[in-house]
């Protein structure tokens, strides 16, 4: 699937947009203007790629809304070589705007045929990361500690196991909740014992699963 101008200008079209909803940071700005969502999508969808909206990937998942994406990745304040965990690899398109930042992605995920399609397309794309099958509510304790990490399904509540592999100073964006909206929330790391929570809005995230590996 190639990427067209007119691809390329409706992109411009969703960056606009985004930055009226509120986007400021400029790097996450600038990798929605580049990454190619029409081919993260499901053929079916392709015209709708550039709409503000969520869609389904396949597995009964769906690629996250780019104002999510853009507002979670915005939170997270990514810097360069920053080691990142993403839960729930999807579509990879939160991936791929993340490797982008030039963050040193590892992202977990639990359904098998999603772990396996991303992890050969994404490469394809030229975004290389660390691609993990199983259950992200437990995190990678082999890699841990974490600068950021940042869950991209609906936990019921905050995970703890995710704050112990964060570093001192790391930040955790995690959308919170078990009923249809989930609230954002930042939970920054301030000591060992000590975190600081904030909210920041409402949004809709399909559940994180915890109890298995291979929801198939
Ligand atoms: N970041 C993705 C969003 C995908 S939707 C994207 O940009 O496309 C959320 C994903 O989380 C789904 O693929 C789902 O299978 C996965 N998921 C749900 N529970 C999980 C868990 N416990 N561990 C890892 N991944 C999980």
Known sequence: MKDTFRHKGLRKILVDNLREKGIRNEKVLE????????????????????QDKAFPIGSGQTISQPYTVAFQTQLLEINPYEKVLEVGTGSGYQSAVLIGMEANVYTIERQKDLFKKTKDFLPQLGYNCNFYYGDGYKGLSKFAPFDKIIVTCGAPKIPEDLILQLKVGGRMVAPIGSGDVQVMHLIEKMSETESRITTHGEFVFVPMLNNKNNGN
């Open 31 to 50: 990798m929605i203007n580049q990454i190619p969502r029409h081919q993260f999508l499901d053929n079916a969808f392709i015209q709708f790629a550039y």
